[in-house]
């Protein structure tokens, strides 16, 4: 892949118990919060000047995401003013082991400039992701960080992690769990407010396991520039309901 990146933003994450309500479902917060990001992102990438949330459009919620769904937001800009922006954004479950998805939300995010002298580009064609590849996009928060103020290699590994998880629970529709990982190599720091991109895709296919490549970028929004700032593979297996291996093919 080369580190381009297409327009708006995806972000993925799996529904984990911290971010569910007690119905065993994913907080109509965390979702709002999900949203919120991918239109932050989609607009900045968009406008290239940082922006705040000025409004959102009726959000209906017409499906659940349950416990250990994929959960994929995506955001794209749909209207540009002089200073403000409207993103679209859906958020859809998808049942890990079945590949069912549900459309779980949308709505627009309404994105307004913090700056007051600036113009909005048009606002741009709708591309495709390959099927065959991920990408999945965030945003480093200080939390993420060390103390030394870039992204902490933990965060940084975690986001690897979830990426190939998420390839090769799509690619052979088991449970799948992390067995190991590879070299993982880190070239360059991200500091907060600074987006990352992980490209996965699958390298090697065992009879049970899973090998997916991982590649990190990082890409400042002002300006668009992006570098590689770290590689890995790791190695995730298919297991049954007492966590042996299984043949996934």
Avoid at 113 to 129: C, F, H, L, N, Q
Wanted: with cysteine.
């Amino acid at each position: 892949m080369s580190g381009e990146h297409s327009a708006g933003a995806c972000v993925i994450d799996i529904v984990f118990p911290g971010a569910t309500n007690h119905h065993g479902t994913l907080f109509g917060g965390a979702a709002l919060a999900l949203m919120d990001r991918a239109a932050f992102i989609a607009a900045a990438r968009h406008g290239r000047v940082d922006f705040v949330t000025a409004s959102c459009e009726r959000i209906d919620f017409i499906a659940p995401a349950r416990l250990g769904d994929i959960v994929e937001t995506t955001a794209r800009v749909i209207r540009a003013g002089r200073r403000s922006l409207g993103v679209a954004v859906e958020l859809v479950a998808e049942a890990p082991l079945t590949g069912e998805r549900r459309r779980c939300t949308s709505g627009v995010f309404n994105m307004v400039a913090a700056v007051t002298s600036v113009t909005m580009p048009p606002v741009p064609e709708t591309e495709r992701a390959s099927p065959d590849s991920l990408s999945m996009v965030d945003l480093v928060m200080p939390e993420q960080t060390s103390h030394y103020g870039s992204l902490y290699g933990g965060s940084a590994l975690a986001l690897m992690a979830k990426a190939a998880f998420v390839v090769a629970t799509r690619c052979s529709r088991q449970a799948v769990v992390l067995a190991s990982s590879g070299r993982v190599d880190f070239l360059h720091e991200i500091r907060p407010g600074q987006v990352v991109e992980i490209e996965a895709s699958l390298l090697r296919e065992g009879c049970s396991s899973m090998t997916v490549e991982t590649r990190l970028w990082s890409e400042l929004l002002a300006t668009g520039e992006r570098r590689l700032c770290g590689t890995g593979a790791f190695v995730n297996v298919a297991v049954d309901a007492e966590h042996r291996p299984v043949r996934w093919r």
